[in-house]
């Protein structure tokens, strides 16, 4: 089989082999769940261990939409913390392109470690911790990237880093209203935004969800990206087509 994919692949049949599979996946995504689940805390250092000798430090498509958004959202001149920084693979490509001071926090030691390998101004921090005593600031932007749904009370993080960020908070989540979550619920299955435990993450979001939940902390959107999702689509109808969104918040009596 795997010989037959790779001919297909290698063929001029490739972009209706690759449409084909790609429509598959997102069938198979309706009722099945990943071949890694298992049911259990998530161990970070593990999770890290898996990653070294694959693709740690590499931005996959989808990383690397994301990372283009908060690129064209800084500028030259910026003092940029991105919390729960990873392998540090967002923060490099924004080096990259723009002239920017960057820092990062992270609870995995083996995370930090390689970040550091790396040049990257990085240290170890538990944002579940009160944030302060993490921070240099202030800084023009902070950067929660795929984070908030991970923790017990996301509203207690971002209400500790207002005096801390002078331009934004930009945030990142994937979108429970994205129609394939909304047809794996009709089908009886909890949408699926996991790759090891359900327990990964905490909290949920739709489009319509994140914006009352902005005001109530008293915080403005000022910027929406919807980044990924069903091309065309995700633009026309973000609530139902968009499977992540990039978000700018400000103070809601900021004047910017």
Known sequence: MQ??????????????????????????RLIAYPSTA????????????????????????????RAQVFTDLVTDGDRVLDLGVGDGALLQYMLERKHIDAFGLDVSPKAVEFCRARGLNVILADINRPISEFLSGPYDYVICSEIIEHLPDPEALLNS????????????IPNTGFYTHRLRLLLGRFP?????????????????????????????????????????????????????????????????
């Open 38 to 65: 298992r049911v259990g805390v998530t161990d970070y250092d593990t999770y890290w261990d898996s990653k070294l000798a694959n693709t740690i430090g590499q931005l996959s498509d989808w990383r690397r939409r």
């Open 192 to 256: 699926l935004q996991w790759v090891v435990t359900p327990g990964e993450h905490l909290r949920f979001w739709t489009r319509t969800d994140f914006h009352w939940w902005a005001r109530q902390l008293g915080f403005r959107i000022e910027r929406e990206f919807p980044y990924e999702g069903t091309p065309g689509l995700k633009q026309w109808w973000p609530s139902l087509f968009a499977a992540a969104f990039v978000y700018v918040l400000v103070e809601s009596n900021s004047s910017r």
């Open 161 to 172: 880093l207002r005096p801390h960020v002078g331009k934004g908070i930009i945030i990142s």
């Open 3 to 28: 010989n037959i994919k790779r001919a297909l692949r290698e063929s001029p049949l490739r972009p209706l082999y690759i449409w084909v599979a790609n429509r598959f996946r997102q069938a198979r």
